[in-house]
């Protein structure tokens, strides 16, 4: 429950903050880790990312969608669907590209051409092991992937907004900040993650009068 008239939320963000590494330090054991990943070339996927920081989110996003994605792909291949077959199939290619998952994207690109050519029999032929090397990735990349974190509960995310709430009526942007901090420690469901992105923009603003507005 967030205490928002003593400074327990506060203090809790601070020691999260405290206890992160370094930008450099938490690249450098990525990289480290990344290396090693059968199936990825690190060094073209900086290359292609352009930065450590849009490389690591590439990975996280990358990781995040192969379920969804895998199955949306599998559908629509036994349906049929070659129109929204070809949409997502040129997606993975792009996508696992940019994290240097190069022999994955060159599968994924001539599968491409085949929806573009409309050739079924030979979607229907090579998609299952395209299928089976792209959910594989699953277990890849988990050694970098962002650890799973906890959901947050409507009560617990209906206390954070009154707590900002008050917060912004007083100019007081630092416990702000700290409850932002906190909140990013857990797993959102899509109406709060909405919500909460609108409070990132005010909070990247440095502006509290916009904070009522948008809660």
Do not use: W
Not at 71 to 87: A, C, I, P, S
Not at 102 to 116: F, I, N, V, W
Not at 181 to 201: D, H, I, M, P, W
Request: charged share 25%; net charge negative; glycine share 4%.
């Amino acid at each position: 429950q967030f205490v928002y008239n003593n400074k327990i939320l506060y203090d809790e963000a601070m020691e999260i903050i405290k206890n992160q590494p370094t930008a450099v330090q938490k690249f450098c054991e990525f990289m480290q880790k990344y290396r090693q990943i059968e199936g990825i070339d690190s060094a073209a996927a900086l290359a292609n990312c352009g930065d450590e920081e849009v490389l690591q989110i590439a990975v996280s996003e990358y990781y995040a969608t192969i379920t969804r994605k895998a199955d949306d792909l599998e559908r629509f291949m036994n349906m049929g669907d070659l129109r929204n077959y070809t949409v997502l199939v040129h997606a993975i290619k792009s996508s696992s590209r940019l994290i240097g998952a190069l022999g994955l994207s060159k599968m994924a690109a001539r599968l491409e051409e085949c929806g573009d050519a409309e050739n079924l029999e030979e979607i229907l032929r090579d998609t299952p092991t395209l299928l089976k090397l792209y959910r594989g990735y699953k277990e890849r990349l988990k050694p970098v992937a962002p650890p799973e974190k906890p959901p947050l509960s409507d009560a617990e995310f209906a206390d954070a907004k009154v707590a900002i709430k008050e917060y912004a009526a007083t100019d007081d942007f630092n416990s702000i900040l700290s409850i932002v901090t906190f909140l990013e420690q857990y797993q959102l469901s899509a109406e709060q993650e909405s919500l909460f992105g609108k409070l990132q923009n005010c909070v990247k603003l440095q502006d509290t009068s916009l904070i009522a507005d948008v809660l």
